[in-house]
């Protein structure tokens, strides 16, 4: 059959840069090798700024954390020693206490070391040390309570702390990330070698990938000096990057494979796949991107960060697609194709035919209302669990077990009952006495309503030096993602507060961990709608806009929603309500991390594109060919679904790496991500697609068919049209 290339700014974009980069393609791989070149630089010589504590203020929490910072009223850091026995050990349980306060006043950095304190059934003793400030380093503290727990053996001590804590996760996601790098590269590799039979064919995807990655984690380091790095964005160039990349030179790779397969000369080749593949891979790419871009509706750091690294390590990734994959499949000439693994290779050229796939569409084309009905039905069963969906912040009970200091707060929250939510009223006067009242007034107010608000041990209001700036402290006896808990929030910001403090308080807000958790919850519940909005109207415009189709832009819709609905059922039903959760070896939280659906919606839509742009357009290409709609869809499908196969096999494998990582947030990502790719690269491209594609017929390509040119013969396979109606 003749072949059809479109013709249209983004085709010829991409055609003229594949060809600029094989005629010139020792340039083109030069500036690729420059690129990485400074990127490292910049890596090793810039360091990246990360978020800190202010990045993530907003709302009235926010306000509440700027004035108590600003009158010099914020909490020290602290580090607990928890020395616990059993009945009968009480005299050594003093006296390990007594040495570790004795200790711990010697260290530098220590502000101050706490009285020890009895549990209520005089099993432990808690000693808290006070930090100076937040730099402090914790180790020289860690080598006291390790000294003074080697003294006593019959006793556990252990020490945990915000310091303390923060360091071990550092260090855990510092070993997943290259746990996970380790592992992802040999796999990925792997995957390649089964997909193209040779080695060198095989690299070339992985080291383009990799060199995204390197590029964007150096350049994000002068970046993050405008915009502060989240923590995690390096693990998030990685996820992006490795899936993308590899994804964009399969899909140019195979198309050139393909036509020079079919005797065209290695220039040919490569310009027919640019404007084939290559215009693929460029809409893809900017729906990526302008996928990650709704993260910035958000308007939190998490998000901006994350979208900014995504965007980074996307648009280097289909920039090397174009330029430097041209230029390298130049320079090699079939030789890209060596040396050849003989048993990959043949099994590579058996399912390379599409046979498989074929044997699948053909009762879906013959029966394509039964095929839409049992896939359609299919998906809504892993979407139906997103309706019971709960999300809330990260806690205690979403870090790994693993971390020491993780058993020492389990161990502190419950010998130490009481330990509580605590939620911040702060407040700006000119007259501290009135101002002290009022508060105390505020706490009777809150204890009285019934919310579960209690006042805290000690004095409960702390007031500024110059007396104009004072904090109360409530603790609220509900957990944190319980709707008590945001009750009583609500109640606080809505009555108690005002109603007692206005006239007196020149400015008040409340804040606290209770507070922080809300805003951010409430946050993101009131961004979504404006993010699935962008969504889904960013997916009507590209679709309609890249393949003139009315049809085609709703469909791509329903599915991009379908896609979404199975990731959050699937993650609802490991993480909230713990199926699966032995072979990941977590316990389930009985929620999801506020922040996991919205970030995989976008991420999940943005990489579902790739296959959905490339097996739409050579559905089209073969229509433009002058085939009946049917017959267009079985070929357009069975021609790509070798291509979808391995690239999607590339994404899932990565997203399981992840999804087997310590921390729960790195779980939760991978296994939504990995499940719901797997489905929309099986269920969806190969059944529903097809079948939603053959109902709609000519339909589909409303409100206007693309017409083949004149004079050309349209070569129609015989068993695709004796297919069964």
């Known amino acids: 059959m003749p072949l059809v290339v479109r013709s249209n700014p983004v085709s010829r974009l991409a055609e003229s840069s594949a060809r600029w980069s094989a005629r010139h393609p020792w340039r083109a791989v030069g ?23 202010s990045d993530y203020w907003q709302g009235e929490s926010g306000k509440a954390s700027r004035m108590t910072e600003e009158a010099g009223l914020d909490l020290p850091f602290s580090e607990s020693v928890l020395i616990t026995g059993s009945t009968g050990q009480e005299s050594e349980i003093e006296q390990a206490a007594k040495e570790v306060r004795r200790e711990m006043a010697r260290v530098d950095g220590v502000a101050a070391v706490g009285q020890a304190a009895w549990n209520p059934d005089h099993t432990a003793m808690l000693v808290d040390v006070e930090l100076a400030d937040t730099e402090v380093d914790v180790a020289p503290l860690q080598k006291v309570t390790a000294e003074v727990a080697e003294a ?21 996601v510092a070993d997943d990330l290259r746990s996970a790098e380790i592992t992802s590269l040999p796999v990925t590799l792997l995957l390649m070698l089964v997909a193209f039979g040779a080695l060198i064919a095989a690299g070339i995807p992985v080291l383009l990938a990799l060199g995204s990655v390197v590029a964007s984690i150096g350049i994000i380091a002068p970046i993050s000096h405008l915009w502060p790095a989240e923590q995690t964005v390096t693990s998030m160039i990685v996820l992006i990057g490795m899936a993308v990349g590899v994804d964009y030179s399969l899909f140019f790779l195979k198309r050139q494979r393909e036509e020079r397969s079919r005797g065209r000369s290695v220039v040919d080749a490569v310009e027919i796949a640019a404007a084939t593949s290559g215009h693929s891979i460029l809409v893809s790419g900017g729906a990526v991107i302008a996928s990650m871009a709704s993260l910035f509706l958000v308007q939190g750091v998490t998000f901006d960060s994350l979208a900014t690294s995504a965007i980074l390590v996307v648009a280097i990734a289909v920039v090397g697609s174009i330029t430097v994959l041209p230029a390298l499949l130049v320079l090699l000439g079939d030789k890209v194709n060596r040396p050849r693994l003989p048993l990959l290779w043949r099994l590579n050229r058996r399912v390379g035919t599409g046979g498989i796939s074929r044997r699948l569409l053909g009762p879906v084309v013959r029966h394509p209302l039964a095929a839409a009905v049992l896939s359609l039905a299919f998906l809504g069963a892993l979407a139906a669990p997103t309706l019971g969906m709960k999300v809330s912040s990260s806690g205690l009970e979403t870090l790994p077990t693993s971390i020491p200091q993780v058993r020492t707060f389990e161990q502190i929250a419950e010998r130490f009952p009481g330990q509580m939510l605590t939620v911040d009223v702060v407040a700006k006067a000119e007259h501290p006495q009135a101002l002290r009242q009022r508060l105390i007034e505020v706490q009777d107010a809150a204890v009285a309503s019934g919310l579960g608000m209690e006042p805290v041990s000690g004095d409960p209001v702390r007031v500024s030096a110059d007396g104009r700036t004072a904090v109360l402290t409530l603790g609220i006896d509900h957990p944190e993602d319980s709707e008590e808990a945001e009750k009583a929030v609500e109640a606080l910001r809505s009555s108690v507060v005002p109603d007692h403090l206005r006239g007196v308080a020149d400015e008040f807000a409340v804040g606290g961990a209770a507070g922080e958790n809300y805003d951010w919850i409430h946050q993101l519940t009131d961004r979504m709608p404006w993010v699935v909005g962008f969504i889904v109207l960013l997916t009507l415009v590209i679709m309609g806009v890249t393949f003139r189709s009315a049809a085609i832009a709703l469909l791509s819709a329903l599915l991009n929603l379908m896609s979404v609905g199975v990731a959050f059922g699937v993650m609802t039903l490991v993480f909230q309500h713990g199926w699966g959760s032995g072979v990941l070896d977590f316990s389930a939280p009985g929620y999801l991390i506020e922040w996991l659906p919205l970030f995989v919606m976008v991420v999940l839509v943005g990489l579902s594109m790739d296959y959905h742009v ?16 049917r017959v267009a869809v079985r070929r357009g499908i069975a021609d790509t679904a070798g291509v979808v196969t391995s690239a999607a096999a590339v994404m899932v494998a990565v997203f399981s790496i992840f999804a087997v990582l310590s921390m729960m947030e790195m779980k939760m990502m991978g296994v939504g991500l990995a499940v719901a790719i797997l489905v929309d690269a099986t269920v969806i491209r190969l059944v529903a697609l097809p079948a939603l594609l053959t109902l709609l017929g000519e339909r589909a390509w409303w409100p206007r068919r693309p017409v083949p040119p004149r004079g050309e013969v349209v070569e129609v396979p015989g068993p695709l049209v004796a297919a069964r109606t």
């Open 31 to 53: 500036t690729w090798l420059l690129l990485i070149g400074v990127a490292v630089g910049l890596l090793m010589t810039v360091p990246t700024v990360t978020a800190d504590g």
């Open 614 to 629: 490339f097996v739409l357009s050579r559905v089209q290409e073969h229509v433009r060919a002058g085939l009946p709609s």
């Open 152 to 172: 006593h053996p019959a006793l556990g001590i252990t020490q945990a702390g915000d310091n303390s804590i923060d360091d071990a996760i550092g260090e855990l």
